[in-house]
């Protein structure tokens, strides 16, 4: 059956430093990749797509990759700050139909400490 | 600005009540989903429609149906509510096809069956 697994549930870092969040994936072929983050009790708000025949992608400090062989997406949150602090959520794509829908990873919550 | 509006933040239901939830978009998109968030268990699509009065299973439709009599308006049913069904529940809407701009999200409802 098809997996989204993201690698940890918290991440704590200190503020300035990088976080890496993985996304991988099995059974899928994705023809996009999202990120989103989720704020305690609030919907999830869309960061950042990538397409399968995108390596990489940019949005101000964030930087995204996405790995096709090794069924494997980075995120990255480089110069981390407390605002920053939050639950990040990968979701995949699928083709259904004529159109597509959004499967997502359980997600991992980032603090940064000030 | 764009919007995904729920009808209720909090609700409060007892076991066996017919639960409608609504959802409205006011982006003129086609697809709308509704999804279900439980900790450590991430997003599960119950729902979603890629047209007025069309409806297509995700992936835990039981005990659930919906309708969608207009294109902005998406309505989640829990026929019969039961204890399990305790949940944040989020709506969503997109393009049709997967864009630069992801999914947007409802801020959320959260259900409680007593």
């Known amino acids: 059956s098809q997996k989204i697994e993201q690698n940890s549930e918290a991440l704590n870092i200190q503020e300035g430093k990088t976080a890496t969040l993985t996304c991988n994936y099995t059974?899928?072929?994705?023809?996009?990749l999202q990120w989103y983050r989720q704020d305690p009790g609030r919907g999830p708000v869309f960061l950042l797509l990538?397409?399968?025949?995108?390596k990489e992608k940019r949005k101000e400090r964030l930087k995204v990759t996405f790995d096709t062989t090794l069924k494997q997406s980075l995120f990255h949150i480089t110069a981390s700050q407390p605002a920053d602090s939050a639950t990040y959520l990968c979701?995949?794509?699928?083709?259904?139909?004529?159109?597509?829908?959004?499967?997502f990873g359980a997600g991992t919550t980032v603090t940064v400490r000030a | 600005d764009v919007k995904v509006t729920q009808s209720s933040r909090y609700l409060v239901k007892r076991t066996g009540e017919k639960v409608f939830l609504e959802c409205v978009q006011d982006?003129?998109?086609?697809?709308m989903f509704w999804y279900r968030q439980d900790p450590g268990l991430g997003l599960r699509l119950i729902y979603f429609?890629?047209?007025?009065?069309?409806?297509e299973k995700g992936d835990i439709p039981e005990g659930y149906s919906v309708s969608r009599e207009k294109k902005e308006r998406f309505s989640l049913i829990l026929e019969s509510a039961s204890t399990n069904q305790t949940s944040m529940y989020l709506c969503?809407?997109?393009?049709?096809?997967?864009?630069?701009?992801?999914?947007?999200f409802g801020s959320g409802t959260r259900l409680t069956v007593v």
């Open positions: 979701a995949l794509d699928i083709i259904w139909s004529n159109d597509y829908k959004l499967s």
């Open positions: 059974n899928y072929s994705p023809a996009y």
């Open positions: 990538i397409r399968e025949n995108e």
């Open positions: 982006m003129d998109h086609e697809n």
């Open positions: 429609s890629y047209d007025v009065k069309m409806k």
């Open positions: 969503a809407s997109n393009l049709g096809q997967a864009t630069n701009y992801g999914y947007t």
